[in-house]
């Protein structure tokens, strides 16, 4: 059984190296056995302080595969992004991982700026982007989950105060919790919590909006000054 643990352990740690060597400027860490992926812009230099994206992936539990800047390079968009992804593999759940671990080990190796964080997740990782946000909500400007699979209200007036923006297809079967979290928000007093409904999409949303100037955009007029 020992043996059969190992063996798996080396074939999912070498499937994690073998899909960051398909992004740019990749720098591979691990904090905690969760291993996490930091890119940097094309023009990074290190005395700059960068706008960053923490990005937590879906289901399929790739990290790579919905990168962010993939799609804004291949819109081409300009990226002025950091980006960290972790892997939330082999049975792991966002609302377990130390995501501001992760954080701020990344804060030793890049030029951070402390005042532009931001949550983005899709799908499982929307859902772990509302599970995160009371512990991160100090640390963000904003956080934006897409089509999230879940999310619980409760507690949920408490990050009234952070700009939040979910994207959700209407034919999707968790739009109707979107909506439902959203007026959570909307009733606690947030002026900064909307729902972007995209009509008539179900859950494959994300080449669309990381492919979109617009949403990039957004994230960085979201400054905590």
């Known amino acids: 059984m020992k043996i059969k643990y190992i063996v798996l352990i080396s074939f999912l740690t070498f499937a994690w190296i073998t899909q960051a060597q398909d992004l740019k400027n990749a720098i591979q860490r691990?904090?905690?056995?969760?291993?996490?992926?930091?890119?940097?812009?094309?023009?990074?230099?290190?005395?700059?302080?960068?706008?960053?994206?923490?990005?937590?992936?879906?289901?399929d539990r790739s990290n790579t595969k919905h990168h962010p800047s993939k799609y804004a390079s291949k819109a081409g968009l300009e990226f002025p992004f950091i980006v960290i992804a972790p892997s939330c593999i082999s049975g792991c759940s966002w609302s377990n991982v130390d995501l501001k671990g992760i954080l701020n080990q990344a804060k030793d190796e890049v030029s951070i700026d402390p005042n532009r964080i931001y949550l983005v997740g899709y799908s499982m990782g929307g859902a772990g982007t509302w599970a995160n946000l009371k512990k991160m909500s100090t640390s963000l400007a904003a956080a934006t989950p897409l089509a999230p699979a879940g999310g619980s209200t409760s507690g949920l007036c408490d990050v009234k105060n952070l700009a939040i923006r979910v994207y959700h297809g209407t034919a999707d079967y968790g739009y109707t919790n979107s909506k439902k979290m959203i007026k959570t928000l909307q009733d606690c007093g947030?002026?900064?919590?909307?729902?972007?409904?995209?009509?008539?999409?179900?859950?494959?949303?994300?080449?669309?909006i990381l492919s979109d100037a617009s949403f990039y955009e957004w994230l960085l007029s979201q400054s905590r000054n």
């Open 190 to 208: 947030a002026n900064s919590a909307e729902l972007i409904s995209l009509e008539g999409e179900g859950h494959g949303i994300w080449p669309s």
């Open 30 to 59: 691990n904090y905690k056995n969760i291993p996490f992926i930091i890119t940097t812009p094309d023009d990074y230099i290190k005395n700059k302080k960068y706008p960053t994206i923490l990005f937590l992936h879906g289901g």
